[in-house]
């Protein structure tokens, strides 16, 4: 079971970047997928979440209607495109497989993680 994560990058400040996680080695349309981020000198922390058919979705107070989270399970795909872009959304942003039912913003909710993409805002 592999989540790679991909599509991270330098942005001015009010920009777009679109984020993207492949899986590949389980059966993608049966899980919850979420994404997390971990800024330099902080704990990781929930960013948004997707269910296993992508009807509904779930997001962090700080990125709502900056940040939409969406999947393709047709391309075992799921993405996080950002917009309106703030310095303080530098970090490293990791996808992650939603194992157990419960709190979405739980890391110890998911059990498979992507290895990490940065994402620079510049001021």
């Known amino acids: 079971v592999q989540l790679q994560a991909f599509g991270g990058g330098l942005v001015q400040a009010g920009g777009s970047l679109r984020l993207s996680c492949a899986a590949s080695g389980h059966t993608f349309g049966r899980y919850h997928m979420g994404w997390f981020r971990q800024a330099p000198g902080k704990e990781r922390e929930f960013v948004a979440a997707?269910?296993?058919?992508?009807?509904?979705?779930y997001y962090a107070d700080s990125v709502k209607g900056r940040i939409t989270i969406s999947r393709d399970n047709a391309k075992n795909t799921v993405s996080l495109q950002m917009n309106s872009l703030k310095p303080e959304d530098t970090a490293v942003y990791f996808c992650?497989?939603?194992?157990?039912?419960?709190?979405?913003?739980?890391?110890?909710?998911?059990?498979?993680w992507g290895q990490g993409t940065l994402v620079t805002v510049s001021s």
């Open positions: 992650a497989r939603k194992k157990y039912y419960g709190d979405n913003t739980a890391e110890t909710h998911y059990d498979v």
């Open positions: 997707v269910n296993w058919i992508g009807s509904e979705t």
